[in-house]
């Protein structure tokens, strides 16, 4: 089955600084990549995601990135805000059945420090 | 739209009770599924179903049942709970099916503690 890598499991920027996380999956069949915050408490919400026919998508400041030949993908949060304090996961997704069934990385805890 | 909703949102049970955790959604959704939450590593996929009728096995299925007998429904069962089961678990469902968007919609989660 799939398995999924996500490093780091903990980082920590200032408040402005730009902060990524990456992740790397075995399956080459994976073909939808969602990354998902959670926040304390709170239950995991879909921030961005990316197919497997696009190398990049943005959303202000988030940004995913696509390398289907190395098999990784990376979130990028430029000018972080205490906000984004959180944990955030990525997930590799293959289609079976007619859905997608995704395997998540173990998380990573993002802390920005005002 | 009331969304995912899960019921209870916390529970303590004794080792070897069973009991049973309510997921249901009404956004019409063919995927759903059950995940566990344990810290330091992610989400872990227990069972999940493509429709009403189908169910099959993730990652950790062992000591937890589901059935789907309608597409609103998935109750996870633990048989004989185990310390090991203490956890948070989320339900989760999606509509999209490839090559559309296959977000997860999550549920608020129940907290299970085996004493």
């Known amino acids: 089955g799939e398995n999924v890598e996500q490093h780091p499991s903990t980082l920590s920027v200032q408040e402005g600084d730009s902060a990524v996380i990456k992740c790397t999956y075995s399956d080459s069949a994976s073909n939808y990549f969602p990354w998902y915050k959670q926040e304390l408490g709170k239950r995991p919400q879909l921030i961005i995601d990316?197919?497997?026919?696009?190398g990049e998508k943005k959303d202000q400041r988030i940004a995913v990135t696509l390398n289907k030949t190395a098999k990784h993908f990376s979130l990028h949060i430029t000018e972080t805000q205490p906000e984004d304090s959180a944990v955030y996961f990525c997930a590799a997704s293959t289609s079976g059945g007619g859905s997608y069934i995704p395997t998540f990385g173990r998380g990573t805890s993002l802390i920005v420090h005002p | 739209n009331a969304g995912v909703t899960q019921t209870p949102k916390f529970q303590v049970l004794k080792t070897g009770q069973s009991m049973t955790l309510q997921c249901a959604q009404d956004?019409?959704?063919?995927?759903m599924s059950w995940y566990r939450q344990d810290p330091g590593m992610g989400l872990r996929l227990i069972h999940y179903s493509v429709g009403a009728g189908i169910t099959d096995q993730g990652e950790v299925p062992n000591g937890y049942n589901v059935s789907r007998s309608t597409t609103e429904d998935f109750p996870l069962r633990l048989l004989s709970a185990a310390p090991s089961q203490t956890s948070v678990y989320f339900c989760?469902?999606?509509?999209?099916?490839?090559?559309?968007?296959?977000?997860?919609?999550f549920g608020e989660g129940s907290r299970l503690t085996v004493l």
């Open positions: 956004m019409n959704h063919e995927y």
């Open positions: 990316i197919r497997s026919n696009v």
């Open positions: 989760a469902s999606s509509y999209s099916p490839p090559p559309g968007t296959g977000e997860l919609f």
